[in-house]
């Protein structure tokens, strides 16, 4: 018996697919020239899937930050933040992004997904209940599989199907977390975060956002969903990553519970875990201040994401979501969006490919995400790219 047998459907469907044309998983940047350019396949090409939202990874201040710690500091500092992983610096940036979030504490992590499986896992626990949106991340999945309280789904960003479902347990003395995101990766949708406050508010129950797509790039000063929507005082739980706006690698989590703290001595991933390289937590406190300093970039962000919105809608494509920076097209055949892929990559657009499972509702999504750093010319490239494409796929009229 072969350990790896179980993988043979997985294999068959690999290649399956690769017959059509080349998959994600094959893809390498060959070099990366900037937030929106890189060469692919020994040709230049616009990056339009790569959720960098403020487009501050070449930052000069960024990238000062960065090198400068690296000398300073060293290359990783080898062990978790529980043993010899923690530095001055850990501490300086969970300072930094309570007092941005304006909250009590904050406890960053390696990654994102460890965020969310270090917070999930550890502060829900048997006899406890947390009900997360159908089209949750799979690191709020993965985080709820490994703690030890009920797991109850609820229908994509629908507070009435949450308040059904907290209505039976009503009464059973027993804590409840529900868990929503900002803006969702695959869709590009918001959650309906003041109906989920009221529905929190009536079940007395905890709210946790990961604002890991919305942090800066929604509300006046980029605090994410909850600041756009009026509502930061009814959020328990913060949780975020800095692989996005913030340009670099780790998560974080956020609140005014005065015993976040306790999360340090029970979260596994916090303790059994390797912090944060020097490099990536001066960054992150470099992003931070040029994110704060720098509103324009949320701004501009806003304005291309509306103009690929439209320039995408005005094709007659099917767009997911009203607009945000991630625009997701759906495509209705699988193996038609495998194929307007590569011919999007070799017409000099990378955008992301997304297919069932990975997919809510199995949808097949060529899926965009805008920065601020593209120019009106790029945006207006990608429009166009998708209109070739579109038409030789009959999707986008003649004309
Ligand atoms: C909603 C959400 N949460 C968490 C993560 C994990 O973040 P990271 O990639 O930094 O581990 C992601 C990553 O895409 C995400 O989309």
């Not at 300072?95 to 999930?120: C, E, H, K, P, S």
């Not at 704060?292 to 690929?308: C, D, F, I």
Request: aromatic letters at 6%.
């Amino acid at each position: 018996m072969d350990l790896f047998e179980k993988f043979g459907p997985l294999l068959a469907q690999r290649d399956q697919l690769t017959a059509i044309g080349s998959l994600p998983f094959g893809l390498r940047m060959d070099r990366v020239l900037s937030p929106t350019e890189a060469i692919i396949n020994g040709r230049e090409v616009i990056l339009a899937g790569t959720n960098n939202y403020l487009g501050l990874t070449f930052h000069p201040d960024c990238i000062e930050a960065a090198n400068e710690a690296v000398l300073a500091e060293g290359t990783g500092t080898t062990g978790s933040r529980m043993a010899n992983g923690t530095y001055a610096l850990h501490r300086a940036l969970e300072q930094d992004l309570a007092d941005f979030m304006g909250v009590r504490g904050a406890i960053i992590f390696t990654t994102g997904y460890q965020a969310n499986l270090g917070v999930l896992s550890a502060l829900a626990g048997a006899g406890d209940y947390i009900l997360i949106d159908a089209d949750s991340h799979a690191s709020i999945y993965d985080g709820c599989r490994l703690s030890d309280a009920t797991i109850i789904r609820f229908r994509h960003n629908d507070a009435e199907d949450l308040d059904r479902r907290l209505h039976r347990l009503d009464g059973d003395g027993s804590n409840k977390l529900i868990v929503v995101e900002g803006i969702y990766s695959m869709l590009g949708d918001r959650a309906p975060l003041a109906e989920i406050v009221r529905v929190k508010r009536a079940h007395n129950a905890y709210l946790l956002v990961d604002e890991a797509h919305s942090l800066g790039v929604l509300g006046e000063n980029g605090r994410g969903l909850a600041e756009e929507a009026g509502v930061e005082d009814d959020v328990d739980l913060v949780v975020g990553t800095f692989s996005k706006s913030l340009a670099a690698i780790g998560g974080f989590c956020t609140s005014n519970h005065p015993n976040l703290d306790a999360l340090r001595f029970a979260s596994r991933a916090y303790i059994f875990s390797a912090s944060s390289s020097p490099a990536s937590v001066a960054s992150v406190r470099a992003t931070l201040r040029v994110m704060q300093s720098s509103p324009e970039l949320r701004t501009q962000l806003a304005g291309n994401a509306q103009a690929l919105h439209d320039g995408l809608s005005a094709l007659g494509l099917a767009i997911c979501a009203p607009v945000s920076p991630v625009i997701a097209v759906k495509i209705d055949d699988r193996d038609l969006a495998i194929m307007m892929w590569n011919q999007l990559l070799d017409a000099g657009v990378y955008v992301n490919l997304a297919i069932p499972p990975g997919t809510p509702n199995a949808l097949s999504l060529l899926r965009c995400s805008v920065s601020a750093a593209h120019s009106a010319a790029q945006i207006d490239t990608i429009c166009e790219t998708f209109a070739e494409v579109g038409r030789a796929a009959g999707l986008v009229p003649a004309g």
